[in-house]
């Protein structure tokens, strides 16, 4: 795992301590461990986690400095790409949102022991919207689900002048141009793709920057959300 992470972090243009990286591995272990009783990841060979989960979300570091920075993780699930970003970069302010209550325990049980300071919030992105609107410098998203439906789940939680950063795969370009208006609706602008590699993989991060207020009636429930995309 250390030598994957090691090897890959010039290609994303990131430079860290050994003991960032070695927090990077315990954080590695404890996932793997506890995802023998519990469903974390598909991926459980030590090599593809430091590859496909680790360097893959700190690629984000690439597009957007993260420093002083208030940031929400949106469907984090096992933690990414939050876990590694805050490692990455510990002078962020990250906020770990996940609607599944035993990924967050689990998240906020481990991360104590391995000193990564993050807030572990159990919750559907719609109806922490409603407290936490505009509160946040980015939020970020990485295959939770289709472009137009997380603009609504995630725009709402940006300030303005702030930016979603959302993960995407070959599918970038298809799914942005399904997502316009939505993006236009929400109060965003999309301001570039960004293009990275991880092995044989090209990533993208869609990078949509917050222009304007969203609307006071956004977010709708997600029923409405999935049943009827902007």
């Known amino acids: 795992m250390k030598e994957t992470i090691l090897a890959g972090l010039p290609a994303i243009h990131l430079e860290l301590s050994e003991q960032q990286v070695d ?30 989960h680790f360097l893959d979300s ?19 699930g096992a933690g990414f790409p939050g876990v590694p970003l805050k490692i990455a970069q510990p002078a962020m302010d990250l906020t770990l949102l996940d609607s599944l209550g035993k990924r967050m325990t689990w998240l906020g049980e481990v991360l104590p022991q391995l000193g990564v300071e993050a807030a572990c919030v159990t919750a559907r992105a719609e109806e922490f919207a409603a407290d936490h609107r505009e509160q946040y410098d980015f939020a970020t998203s990485r295959a939770v689900a289709r472009l137009n439906i997380l603009c609504e789940l995630c725009l709402p939680l940006v300030r303005v002048g702030g930016a979603f950063l959302a993960m ?13 208006g939505a993006i236009a609706k929400l109060g965003g602008k ?10 044989d993989a090209v990533h993208r991060v869609v990078i949509i920057r917050k222009v304007k207020n969203t609307p006071k009636q956004y977010p709708r429930r997600y029923a409405k959300i999935k049943q009827q995309p902007l």
């Open 190 to 199: 999309l301001e570039r793709v960004h293009e990275y590699t991880v092995g």
């Open 23 to 52: 927090t990077l591995c315990a954080f590695g272990k404890l996932l793997l461990e506890k995802n023998q009783v519990m469903n974390l990841t598909a991926i459980t060979d030590p090599k593809e986690v430091a590859r496909l």
């Open 58 to 76: 700190m690629a984000l570091l690439d597009v957007a400095d993260l420093a002083g920075k208030r940031v929400v993780d949106v469907g984090c």
């Open 168 to 180: 995407k795969g070959a599918a970038a370009q298809e799914e942005l141009d399904e997502a316009k």
